[in-house]
């Protein structure tokens, strides 16, 4: 499958720098697999089926992108699937280190997988899941920054605190 894009991440949830990704990814690829790596050992804030659920309310009706969790090794889920691509994002030089080090992994792996980088927009560079969470956790608004499904999740998830 040589037009088909694999984009794996925690999506703990997806942000809009993650569908920046998926949308311009779409430029270059016929389909993008949005793909949960479900990691038993990783306590995250949202289970399995809401992630999914916040990715399939961000791509509303595409059929060019398909939402799926893994378990296990990225690239045994991608030779699974016939996948030969796997995208990723770049947000700054600190991203580099990490990406080179697991892209590297996964073609010590296997060398039928390659991964392919795009650089995240100007507008998103700044943006993680985790930080998402905590401005929402201290009451902040993180319109423009998730998905609108995505900040009513997060609101309902996690209250706005009183006011003191
Ligand atoms: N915009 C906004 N945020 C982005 C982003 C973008 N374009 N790209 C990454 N991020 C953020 C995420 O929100 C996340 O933030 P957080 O740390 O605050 O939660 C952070 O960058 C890292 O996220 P992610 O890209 O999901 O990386 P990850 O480390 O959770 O996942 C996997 C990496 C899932 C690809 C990797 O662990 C994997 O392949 N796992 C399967 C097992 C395997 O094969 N391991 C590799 C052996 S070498």
């Known amino acids: 499958m040589r037009n088909v894009a694999i984009y794996p991440g925690s999506f703990d ?70 996948i030969k691509t796997v995208l990723r994002g770049l947000r700054a030089l600190s991203d580099f280190e990490f990406e080179f080090q697991l892209a590297s992994m996964n073609r010590r792996l296997t060398d039928e997988v390659d991964s392919i980088f795009m650089m995240t927009s100007d507008e998103h560079f700044f943006v993680s899941s985790s930080l998402v969470r905590e401005v929402v956790q201290n009451g902040g608004d993180v319109t423009g920054l998730v998905p609108e499904p995505v900040r009513r999740r997060l609101l309902a998830r996690f209250p706005p605190p009183p006011v003191t």
């Open 13 to 82: 949830p997806i942000t809009c720098g993650h569908v920046d990704i998926v949308q311009r990814g779409l430029n270059v690829f016929d389909r993008i697999v949005v793909a949960i790596a479900v990691n038993p050992r990783k306590q995250t804030t949202f289970d399995d089926d809401e992630r999914v659920a916040m990715i399939c309310e961000a791509f509303p009706d595409d059929p060019r992108v398909e939402v799926v969790c893994f378990t296990g090794l990225l690239v045994d889920y991608c030779r699974r699937r016939g």
